[in-house]
């Protein structure tokens, strides 16, 4: 009988995590300080990050251990499986053969708790009581606050105030794990007041909730920083979904011809897809496409060069495909890719033409992602849909010519706590944005000239 799900044994999750840095067909450009723009030292993350996710941050070496502590929280959920979409496939009519690797199935819900499990350990070993971090609609947040419930860290989460508001449930699940929630901005720092005093019912942004969280992290001596994506270390730990995928595909006995996957900033696609650019730059064929947002092109119609990762200017400036760091996204239902830019791992590789990026509008992914449930079952986050459009795409395409391709997808995560974005969608009132072109060339001319 041909196999639905290709399951791994506890045996054989990854024990090391994959390290892209030493097989990039360049190195990467070095972030720069966002005052001085000269080269950030390790002296200057180390307020924000613990010491050994800063070395991560820089690290050469092709394969970095995963602690035997973060490996046991792993078991909870990983190896994740792998699925044949065998009744999406015939829902279609293709010869293609369609995969989809399932992290949906960790406690939060989604791949982001394969970095926040090993933030939350290192921090933990160097001493650090309590974590701070911001969150758009609540994924990321809620990932964080697992990993510091299970390593016995507190957790600050500032919730963008309108996610805050009408999204309050993965606002419950975070509390549940014991993190302490605020609607951003919040009267607690000065980014926050600022903000508040010029406009009281500020709705609140990623951007404003990022400098509230590292304002409390360098002001608080036991308070340390953390992201859910774009650095290089979020991405190394991601790896361990590709390095599962690798042995999965194996054991199935075959060797992809596309990859697929969403990006907000770039870390389950990395994580999923990096293994398999190595054998690309060896030689093997294997097409990789990123999927984003029409409303936020980042890839698709943004330049390639130095930028701020935030609104307020104080992180890190990096190059990376960006639409201006006072891009302000349109109000998508994907709240987790609407980011200004992408990791720039990521981005270094799409400007080499070793990975392909796709936008879509949001109509068309919901009616990807309502295809998926009624034939697959399992309701996809609305980020994870725009790579199920993308997988169809090429499923239909497989119809049409004949072709026999193996198409993987990455499914970064369940929509359940996105039901509002469903009905919205079956009711008829979604509407689909994509940004004007003049929007995107005011963002830019405020982008340092660099490099
Ligand atoms: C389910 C899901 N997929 C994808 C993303 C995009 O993030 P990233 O590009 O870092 O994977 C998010 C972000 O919140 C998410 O929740």
Request: with cysteine; proline share 8%; net charge neutral.
């Amino acid at each position: 009988m041909e196999q639905t799900k290709i399951i791994l044994s506890e045996k054989e999750i990854p024990q090391a995590w994959y390290n892209i840095q030493p097989d990039l067909p360049e190195p990467l450009a070095p972030p720069l300080h966002p005052k001085t723009f000269k080269p950030l030292g390790p002296e200057d993350l180390a307020p924000l990050f613990p010491m050994e996710l800063i070395k991560q941050e820089v690290s050469q070496e092709r394969w970095i251990d995963i602690p035997d502590e973060v490996l046991d929280v792993y078991k909870m959920w990983r190896p994740t499986p792998l699925h044949r979409a065998y009744r999406l496939e015939k829902a279609l009519n293709t010869p293609a053969r369609i995969y989809y690797k399932n992290e949906s199935i960790s406690p939060p819900g989604s791949h982001k708790p394969n970095t926040a499990v090993a933030q939350a350990y290192y921090n933990k070993k160097e001493g650090v009581k309590r974590i701070a971090t911001e969150t758009g609609a609540g994924q990321w947040g809620s990932a964080l606050a697992f990993g510091c419930n299970i390593f016995g860290l507190k957790c600050t989460v500032y919730m963008v105030k309108v996610s805050y508001q009408q999204k309050p449930y993965r606002r419950v699940l975070m509390e549940t794990w014991g993190a302490e929630v605020h609607p951003s901005p919040t009267n607690s720092t000065n980014a926050g007041r600022s903000i508040l005093e010029k406009d009281p019912k500020c709705p609140g942004s990623l951007g404003i909730a990022i400098s509230e969280a590292v304002e409390d992290a360098v002001t608080h001596d036991d308070t340390k920083y953390s992201l859910g994506s774009v650095l290089n270390h979020v991405l190394l730990h991601q790896t361990v979904v590709g390095l599962e995928l690798k042995k999965q595909l194996k054991l199935a006995e075959e060797k992809p011809d596309i990859l697929i996957g969403c990006v907000g900033g770039g870390s389950n696609f990395a994580g999923f897809c990096f293994p398999f650019v190595k054998d690309k730059l060896q030689g093997k064929k294997i097409q990789i496409i990123a999927c984003e947002p029409e409303a936020c092109p980042t890839l698709t119609r943004g330049p390639y060069r130095y930028d701020f990762g935030d609104t307020a200017c104080t992180a890190p400036v990096v190059k990376m495909f960006t639409l201006g760091h006072s891009f302000i996204p349109p109000p998508i239902h994907s709240g987790g890719l609407r980011y200004h830019g992408d990791a720039p791992l990521m981005c270094l590789l799409v400007n080499k033409g070793i990975i392909e990026a796709r936008a879509y509008h949001q109509n068309p992914v919901f009616e990807a992602a309502v295809l998926f449930a009624r034939t697959e079952g399992i309701l996809p986050a609305p980020e994870t849909a725009h790579c199920i459009k993308a997988g169809i795409d090429e499923a239909k395409k497989c119809k049409e010519t004949g072709e026999e391709k193996c198409i993987v997808i990455a499914f970064s995560g369940h929509g359940h706590f996105d039901l509002a974005a469903y009905d919205a969608y079956l009711g008829k009132k979604l509407e689909d944005y994509a940004y004007p072109e003049e929007k995107i060339k005011e963002a830019l001319a405020a982008i340092p000239a660099i490099g």
